[in-house]
C-alpha cells in the first residue's frame, strides 16, 4: 500500500486529535481557565461539535471548486488560527468565537484525506487503504484528549491549545507530501 495510507491516516490523526481534544477540553477551558459558569463551559463543546457538522455537510462541495488539498492546507490553516483564538480568549464570547472558526477549518480535514487515501490508492487496495488510514487516524480520538490533558497538567488549558495550534499546522507538512506520493 505504500505512503498513501500512512500520510493520509497522519492527517486524520491530527485532525482527530484536534477535534476530540477540543471537544474534551474546551468547557474546563472556559470554566477553569476564563472563569465561566458550568452553563457557559457546556456551551463550548456544543459550540464546536455543531459548527464541526454544519462546516462537514458544506464543506465537501468545496472539493468541487478547490483542490483538495488546498482544502486540506486551507482548514489547516483556520483551524490553527482558532486555535491560538481559544488559547489567546479573554472571554468566553471570544472562545466561542474561536472554536466556531477551529471548527470550521478542522471540519473538512478528515474527509478530504480520506477521499484522498481513497482515489490515491490503487483501485484493487482501495478498501485496504482507507482501512488503514482509519486505523491509524482513530488513535487521535483516543490519544487526543488525555494528551492534551496531560499537557494542561503541566503548562495550562492555554499552552494546549497552542500545542493544538502547531499540531494540525503539521497538515501543512503532511498534505503536499500525500499529494507528491504514487502508488
Avoid at 114 to 121: D, E, K
Avoid at 148 to 176: K, S
Wanted: net charge positive.
Amino acid at each position: 500500500l505504500g505512503m498513501i495510507p500512512i500520510l493520509g491516516g497522519a492527517i486524520v490523526l491530527i485532525a482527530f486529535l484536534t477535534e476530540n481534544a477540543a471537544e474534551s477540553w474546551s468547557a474546563l477551558h472556559i470554566e477553569q481557565t476564563l472563569g465561566g459558569s458550568p452553563q457557559q463551559g457546556s456551551m463550548a463543546p456544543a459550540v464546536l461539535a455543531l459548527t464541526m457538522g454544519v462546516a462537514r455537510l458544506g464543506g465537501q462541495g468545496l472539493v468541487a471548486r478547490i483542490s483538495a488539498i488546498r482544502l486540506l492546507m486551507g482548514g489547516a490553516m483556520v483551524a490553527a488560527v482558532g486555535a491560538l483564538g481559544v488559547a489567546l480568549a479573554p472571554t468566553a464570547g471570544f472562545a466561542y468565537g474561536a472554536f466556531i472558526v477551529m471548527g470550521v477549518g478542522a471540519s473538512v480535514i478528515a474527509p478530504t484525506a480520506f477521499s484522498m487515501v481513497g482515489r490515491m490508492a490503487a483501485p484493487h487496495a482501495r478498501a485496504r487503504a482507507v482501512a488503514r488510514a482509519t486505523l491509524l487516524g482513530y488513535f487521535g480520538y483516543f490519544f487526543g484528549p488525555p494528551l492534551l490533558g496531560f499537557i494542561a497538567g503541566a503548562a495550562g488549558l492555554r499552552f494546549a491549545f497552542v500545542f493544538t495550534a502547531l499540531a494540525v499546522m503539521g497538515v501543512l507538512i503532511l498534505a503536499p507530501l500525500l499529494a507528491r506520493t504514487r502508488r
